[in-house]
């Protein structure tokens, strides 16, 4: 054998760390730099010069739960986004189980239709739900929040929990069939328990949409009695004093910590997920 | 107990009716009044009928077609570049041990509201002039910039913060596509001599179109959709440089109450969706499907 | 053409052995099979070989030089994948192509060498077609063309023929053999299944537990094994195992009785002794038990002999008849008996 190429086995490594560890940096220092503005007391935050070595100081907590009503903007954020996500799940996982495990005539074609409602723009749709609301007196109240939420995620939960239910072995619904179960007691003690990963995954992930949410919250909700945190954030503005990004910085913190946690947690089931089941993490 | 054949063969449709009865009361119902409504002049509480008169305005408008265009910038050159990062993110992140651990780092700014992270990058860009005294720290540019009053400039800020939220969605999706392939594979293109990157070329990212596809059209969606950043960052300034259409419809519906107008640019919008899902959406369907 | 040396190669993971101390030299233009069932530690072995896996301890060397250092790309070694592993985006004609494309083979030359490599595995009408639209049989040609293509020093094989049905795999053999002589080049190749280890190999490299049991030509490992489980492996039926002991020269199990035995006092001894070794008859009358089975194949009949708790294969006349659970005596050949100690299996006679 001619005298082989010796390649070092190892040089490839700095790159990939150098492109990997500068993308990390990039991550995570603007999220260091917020944190400490939360942080920093309220005449460090616009200045002519940024500071870089602030002083440390806790008025911005103070600040969000004497100047706002902080609490009320929490409850209406878990409360909107717990309903809409039963709503959601409610709906949902029959719809799943349908398209999953039944064939019918219109199948495609109602699976094409769930699908295609996640494509739509928010915008588009903004105005006339807004009168309809209007109409219907449910301007500025949590339950229209949890309507609208339930809306815009019943879509991607639908093809998540579709998905998960496509690798349950049909020959355990086969199995309970036989020893005599009728098809609403298959999906409650047979589906729902096999396919719970995937279920949760997708309570999560439209939690987590039903938090960001922006548009909608913004036209419906007018005054805090259903404000949400995603809407709050853009109404801190203290007159004279502009934006107040210390309490802005400390009130996104204090949803990210939860979201974040959580999604640690199911992090394996994540692209799954995000994809509507098209890409098995 | 027995069910009568009819039951029986109505039952899926039955499942799926509360879903669907759902979703067609949020899309078909505001649909068919944003069609309604698109046809009258609309001022406070009295409707003038125009017929087509709404659309033809549009159509003439220069700031219509303006945030088309904004549209059309602002999210291909986002989308592109978040695309290509993470692809180079995945590429160089898939086969190394510490993968948890960049994915959860990389994870942070997703994680975030989106709205928090429109005011990150509002103050960094504007309001704090972080980024500017870093660039003349750094000797790039001699004064102070002003990013959000340039047209360009703004733009680029706006990309930045879509970019820098968003780059992970496609990160996880590449990733795991790539860990799904066949590692055999990639050992026989080892033995045949291709170095990594002939091997990503080659193979890994051919036999990762589909998901790139599903990923990409679903990201893309969101984009043109943007609204948070820019109604936070730069409410379209300069000039109506940074307003998409979603910031165009809000701006006519409820900044100048021309509703009519609105409602007409929102049809539109929900004609080019739907072409959109037609072509688009059923090609990843039928194929992207398991 | 290559000669490939394995000396004190180990693989080890945090305290889970694959390997252990594998030492073997192969010619140059050897077919060497490595067979043992799965988790043996050949496979690990070729992977070590082709650069896929490290070592934690020992030295590859390949003509001489040392290998451990070099990356698996530039090792000039071509690898059949038991799954193919063809790569799925690209036409046959491609996958043959890559690994020119990738050494930079002149543009004319590729052509020239991948129509070449096509005939030789007959796939020469099938170029334009994707894998996923070829037979199981077909994409396994396709592999082989594409590691034939570039003429590398070594061919690696795993398990390539276990994907195919019985008829298609008997085909197969044969032709690999034929293309190893044809191109004169190395060759491992792992398997599971004697028979093809049998019909291939130049020499064989039985493996258990991660350590080689015994190297030999298939002759030498049919007829002279090293201890009970390389006789146990090889051979279809296998050879009959049974414990006893010997004292005074006498093999004694239960309804078992040899004299003459050439092993020296009294010890507890497995005996060895093959199905087609054996036979129905009491003219030595080593086995007395009753018929527990009787299965004809057509060829010949093999009969099942139950003595004391112990089932023994005997091959029969074709024409064998009888009923069941009735007493039987059956003869062996004295010079076709194997002895091993009963407690490390080794082979003493």
Redesign the interface.
Known sequence: MAAAKRRKKGE?RV??YL??GG??L???L??L??LS?GFRPRTE??TP??IYWPTFSLDAWRMIWSDWPMALYLRNSVLAILGSVVICL???I??A???S??R?R??ED????????????????????F??FRDMGLLDTIWALM??Y??IN??LV?WIIR?YM?DIPPELEDAARTDGA??LRILWEIIIPACLPGIITAGVIAA?FA??E??FT??IASTSRAYT???A??NFTGGSD??I?NA??M??FL??VP??VV??AI?KH???G???????? | ?RRSRRLR?A???L??A???G??L???L???I??IY?SLFLVRFNSWTFVGLENYRDLLGDREFWQALRNTAIIGSIALATQCA?AL??AY??YR?PFI?G????????M??????VA??????FN????VS?LLMRAGLIEANVSFLSSIWLARLSLIVADV?QWT??LF??F???L??Q?E??E??????????P?IFW??SL??M???VA??VV?RG?DI??M??NV??MTQGTPGGATET??FF??RT??KTFN?GY??AA?VL??IL??I??QTV??R??RS??? | MARIELSGIQKKWGAVWGVRDVNIDIADEEFVVFLGPSGCGKTTTMRMI???EEPSMGEIRMDGEVMNDVE????D???V???Y?????MTIYENIR??LR??GVPRAEQDRMVREAAEMVELGSYLDRKPAALSGGQRQRAALG?AIV?QPQVFLMDEPLSNLDAKLRQAMRVQIKHLQRQLRITTVYVTHDQIEAMTLADRIVVMQGGLIQQIGTPDEIYADPANTFVAGFIGSPPMNLIEGEVSGGVFRAAGIEVAGVPVAGDRPVTLGVRPEDCHVGAEDAHLRGQVYGVEPTGESTYLTMKAGEKLIEVKARRDYRSALDVGEAVTFDRSRLYFFDAGSGRRIG
Request: charged share 10%; aromatic share 16%.
């Open positions: 490839s790159l990939r492109v990997l993308w990390a990039f991550c995570i603007p999220v730099w917020f503005i935050i616009i010069q940024p409610v709906l949902a029959p719809a189980y349908s398209l495990r039944y019918y219109y199948r109602i699976g094409f239709y769930i699908l295609s409602t996640r494509m739509m723009a928010p915008a588009i749709v903004a105005i006339p739900i009168f309809l309507l609208i339930a809306a019943l879509s639908t998905s496509l009728s098809d987590i938090i960001n922006f548009l913004l036209l945190l995603s809407v954030l853009a502009g934006v990004y802005i910085a009130v996104a949803a990210f979201v974040f999604v640690v992090q994540l692209s799954r995000l994809t509507m089941g098209a890409v098995k993490g | 107990m063969k039952f899926p449709y499942l799926v509360p879903a669907v759902y979703l009361m949020i899309t119902y505001p649909g009044y944003a409504q990062l180079l993110l160089h992140a190394d948890k960049w994915r959860i780092i990389f994870l942070v700014p994680l975030f509201m989106p709205s928090a005011f990150i990058w509002k103050l960094a309001d704090g002039r972080v005294d820098w992970p969605f996880i999706i990733v795991a596509g860990q799904s066949d055999e594979i050992e026989a293109a080892r033995l045949d001599g291709a170095s990594w002939a080659n193979i051919p036999m179109m589909p998901v599903v990923a679903l969606i043109t959709t609204f948070a109604f936070i259409i979603s419809i809000y519906g409820f509703f609105a409602s929102s919008m929900l969706t739907i959109v899902a959406v059923k990843a369907f992207g499907r398991e | 082709a650069g896929l698996a790309r530039d090792r070694v071509a690898m994948f038991q799954g592993a063809l790569y799925p985006n890559f690994p990738m050494r594409r570039r």
